[in-house]
T-cell receptor, first 112, second 112 residues
């Protein structure tokens, strides 16, 4: 089982739609969680951290469910500029590896 | 405000040639990382350096060596390039192992 699993998509949605991605992680000791965004042929960029109580940044809402070991990202009022690949990222505590683990990403295509 | 700088941005090599990819960060980060990303795949960690003077293997270290030259610089060396090493290489840095990583804009490497 992969440490971090995401549905690769693509998710094709119209402008203005609400879309949600889930990501599951295997290490129950994981402590830090993030969502990154990667545009085609560009470097990944931090979108937002994910906190235990859930957090919001404008149109983006992130949730963490420790019991079920998944995190989610909700995008409201989708814009064309939201088209990108969204990477779920986890800090796998207890593995001895002091580095984050990146999921393979979920591709979002927002259509006019 | 440069962040993470990678050189070169593009490179074509012949099988068996060697080269070094350079990475420097100006954020006073302790940890630095090298990833490769192949088409349709996620980021795979090659090597990382949790702090100056230390390096550790990641998921796919074979065929690579690294040097943490000082706190700012972390280089990746291919001693004898193989076509399987054709990829996009990203360098990243973070304040610590569980902290968000900041990426350079990548090196596109083709090995013929």
């Amino acid at each position: 089982r992969k440490e971090v699993e995401q549905d690769p998509g693509p998710f094709n949605v119209p402008e203005g739609a609400t879309v949600a991605f889930n990501c599951t992680y295997s290490n129950s000791a994981s402590q830090s969680f993030f969502w990154y965004r990667q545009d085609c042929r560009k470097e990944p960029k931090l979108l937002m951290s994910v906190y235990s109580s859930g957090n919001e940044d404008g149109r983006f809402t992130a949730q963490l469910n420790r019991a079920s070991q998944y995190i989610s990202l909700l995008i409201r009022d989708s814009k064309l500029s939201d088209s990108a690949t969204y990477l779920c990222v986890v800090n796998p505590r207890g593995t001895g590896r002091r580095a984050l683990t990146f999921g393979s990403g979920t591709r979002l295509q927002v259509q006019p | 405000n440069a962040g993470v700088t990678q050189t070169p941005k593009f490179q074509v090599l012949k099988t068996g040639q060697s080269m070094t990819l350079q990475c420097a960060q100006d954020m006073n980060h302790n940890s630095m990382y090298w990833y490769r990303q192949d088409p349709g795949m996620g980021l795979r960690l090659i090597y990382y350096s949790a702090s100056e003077g230390t390096t550790d293997k990641g998921e796919v270290p074979n065929g690579y060596n690294v040097s943490r030259l000082n706190k700012r610089e972390f280089s990746l060396r291919l001693e004898s390039a193989a076509p399987s090493q054709t990829s996009v290489y990203f360098c990243a840095s973070s304040a610590g192992g569980g902290q968000p990583q900041h990426f350079g804009d990548g090196t596109r490497l083709s090995i013929l």
